[in-house]
Nanobody
Framework: QVQLVESGGGLVQPGGSLRLSCAAS????????MRWYRQAPGKERELVAK???????EYVDSVKGRFTISRDNAKNTMYLQMNSLKSDDTAVYYC??????????????WGQGTQVTVSP
């Protein structure tokens, strides 16, 4: 079992920045990929960014050029650097990790979420 704990959310003005962290309870070196999702009130959960084991990154169009996903295997932590924040970025942000475990198959883990509010 893997526990994921997000931190770094908060209230920020439009145009500001935040860095979210997702700390795992064990090594993330073999995690096949890790993702950040978000869910705004009344909306479905949305994939924001994804980082693969080889370090390659993918982003939803609405955050390209503003958000950067990264992972530090030595610290068992994934990050989401969010710049030029907009009110539309307001949501609960969730950390997700997917790992293939021999004889068990794909395992999918979630954090509890951290609130990001962008408001004047």
């Amino acid at each position: 079992q893997v526990q994921l704990v997000e931190s770094g959310g908060g209230l920020v003005q439009p145009g500001g920045s935040l860095r979210l962290s997702c700390a795992a309870s064990r090594s993330i070196f073999n995690f096949n990929f890790m993702r950040w999702y978000r869910q705004a009130p009344g909306k479905e959960r949305e994939l924001v960014a994804k980082i693969l084991k080889d370090g390659s990154e993918e982003y939803v169009d609405s955050v390209k050029g503003r958000f950067t996903i990264s992972r530090d295997n030595a610290k068992n932590t994934m990050y989401l650097q969010m710049n030029s924040l907009k009110s539309d970025d307001t949501a609960v942000y969730y950390c997700n990790a997917v790992v293939w475990i021999t004889l068990q198959g794909w395992k999918n883990y979630w954090g509890q979420g951290t609130q990001v509010t962008v408001s004047p």
